[in-house]
């Protein structure tokens, strides 16, 4: 065997009395192994701390001896570590010399009693060794797993800067995508939407054309169904602007009880335009449906959305069948979804005949930018949209899918338990006059809007101050001016309709606000937009919604 002069490997010997420790060094020399002798337990715990493959020591070095310090060494070990002794007893065995104890004290411990064959000692001396090396062993390859747990540690810390840049890339260019989502959604969602919005501005400047020849030449009979042209054209484009600003979500949160048979009902020359003549459109829609409480313009968008995603898994055509039912949800059912309360909800479905999703990507369907389709077709928006709207509206969504089979997406929509009261259309006829000096802050930054609302309010007597934006108001709302209401819009330049809100509410506390606007970008819930005393209405509005909501908020003020 060859020598060994590692200091890793040698044997400290510690036997004072007599020849033993010579003679173990000898006997070590050679068989090939290198024995250090120390003179006492000090010189040992020195030596100690050099490394050593194993200790030889005789027991009486260590009767009435101070052997904190060795023990300290001992307990101090690295946890790979267990040092290998070999403790030389007399005649008699470790129980007759009183050494039994010493090998709870010192852990690794091996008798060897005197005196000893030089084989015996060479024996013990070897497989100490072996159990030293494979210690060893475990060192090496616990130093391996640190310096790569280090490595990782660093690699993980270079992902996740990567991460964070990528994500602050993608929030700077978030207005972007959204833009690029909604254009891509409309002519998605659609089909034939320039066609029809043609068709309505048609409507809508011939009317007013003929009704301006006919006023010039002084024929003033028979305006009435000229009117009722252009109002009806004008009404079917809000309608439609409405359902794409829906789509965009752009406008308030604003739920209410729906009857979604009847949504659906409504939509159904729109869905049958979105898909190929190639699908089939089924429509199973179950009679006592529960009213739902929704945002109807967001379930419209959410719908429409779902159809064509269930088109687009359909190329070579289909059944696609819109379902919808009643459903009670457990407490087992809703347990697995976090947010969601057990009871009763509306269930509407969209199931398609396509070409299904592989499990290994269902995980991340919902995932904001997530998408299958060829880059330039999808921002990977729609469903995380559908996620976010569900669960705003305190209820759910889920998909299950089938490779070549088809797809199945649900929403849950939480069921309205409150009354259902019809409301009533306003009546023109008893349009509210204002009491003398009753005055309105117009706050609008579109001029022909802004005369348009200046106009009715002093057809109905109202006196008014006009602001061109929010910076021209505050000075306004500072004076001595009265102001029994502000209207304003929301999305003004430079500070918005809220913030001018927030300052007005400082100066004149009790200010009444109504907000009109064509989307309430900052107005995600209008319950956590609206404070006490503001109310919101969109664009385009009715004057006789206007003046009623006029009359009835400057009424509350002098209530």
């Known amino acids: 065997m060859p020598t060994r002069s590692l200091a ?3 044997a400290l010997i510690l036997a004072p009395l007599g020849r033993d420790s010579s003679l173990a060094q000898m006997m070590l020399g050679e068989a090939g192994y290198v024995g250090v002798i120390a003179d006492n337990l000090e010189r040992l715990c020195e030596m100690l701390t050099q490394g050593a493959g194993l200790l030889i020591i005789a027991a009486e070095a260590l009767r009435g001896a101070n052997l904190e310090p060795l023990l300290e060494q001992l307990h101090e070990q690295p946890a790979w570590s267990d040092l290998p002794i070999v403790l030389m ?4 065995g470790s129980g007759q010399n009183g050494s039994s104890h010493l090998s709870g004290l010192l852990g690794n411990v091996t008798f060897l009693e005197r005196p000893f064959h030089p084989v015996t000692l060479i024996s013990l001396v070897s497989a100490a060794l072996r159990g030293r090396r494979r210690q060893y ?6 130093v391996d797993l640190s310096q790569s747990e280090l490595r990782l540690q660093r690699t993980l810390e270079t992902l996740e800067q990567q991460v964070e840049e990528r994500t602050a890339q993608l929030r700077s260019n978030e207005e972007a995508l959204r833009q690029s989502q909604k254009m891509e959604a409309v002519g998605q969602l659609t089909g034939g939407i320039a066609h029809d919005f043609n068709n309505m501005l048609t409507g809508i400047i011939g009317s007013l054309e003929l009704l301006r020849r006919r006023v010039a030449r002084g024929k003033l009979d028979d305006l009435d169904s000229l009117i009722d042209l252009g109002v009806t054209s004008a009404n079917r484009a809000a309608g439609l602007t409405h359902r794409l600003l829906a789509f965009s979500r752009r406008q308030s949160l604003d739920s209410k009880p729906v009857n979604i048979n009847e949504l659906v009902s409504s ?10 003549e190639s699908i089939k459109l089924d429509m199973r829609l179950i009679d006592q449906l529960w009213t739902a409480e929704v945002d109807p313009n967001q379930l419209e968008s959410a719908l429409l959305n779902l159809v064509i995603n269930a088109r687009d898994a359909m190329p070579s055509g289909g059944r696609l069948t819109v379902e919808t039912t009643n459903r009670h949800l457990d407490s087992v059912f ?19 005949t396509g070409c299904g999703i592989p499990e290994n990507i269902m995980g991340r369907v919902f995932d904001p930018f997530f998408t299958t389709k060829p880059i330039g077709q999808g921002t990977g928006l729609g469903l995380s949209m559908i996620y976010g709207f569900a669960r705003q ?11 070549d089979r088809g797809t199945t997406v649900s929403l849950f929509l939480p069921r309205y338990m409150g009354e259902i009261i019809n409301p009533e259309a306003p009546n023109p006829t008893l349009a509210p006059f204002a009491n003398r000096g009753e005055t309105v802050l117009i706050v609008e930054d579109d001029p022909a809007v802004r005369v348009l609302v200046s106009t009715v309010l002093k057809e109905l007597g109202y006196a008014y101050v006009e602001a061109g934006d929010a910076h021209s108001a505050v000075p306004i709302i500072e004076s001595g001016q009265r102001i029994d209401l502000m209207i304003s819009d929301v999305g003004l330049p430079g500070m918005n309709g809220r913030q001018l809100a927030e300052i007005g509410r400082q100066i004149r506390p009790e200010l009444k606000v109504l907000f009109i606007t064509g989307y309430a970008e900052h107005a995600a819930v209008r319950g956590g937009f609206l404070d006490p005393g503001m109310q919101l209405i969109t664009k385009p509005f ?9 009359r009835e908020m400057i009424r509350q003020a002098g209530a």
């Open 8 to 10: 890793s490997e040698r």
């Open 89 to 92: 007893t007399h005649h008699g």
């Open 137 to 142: 062993e475990a060192r090496d390859r616990l």
């Open 267 to 276: 939509m159904g020359e729109l869905l049958q335009r979105s898909i190929n």
């Open 334 to 352: 809703t347990a697995a979804y976090g947010s969601l309360s057990p009871g009763d909800y509306v269930e509407l479905s969209v199931s398609d």
């Open 393 to 403: 509206s305190h209820g759910h969504v889920t998909i299950y899918s089938e490779v």
């Open 542 to 550: 009715t004057f006789d919604l206007l003046t009623a909501k006029v």
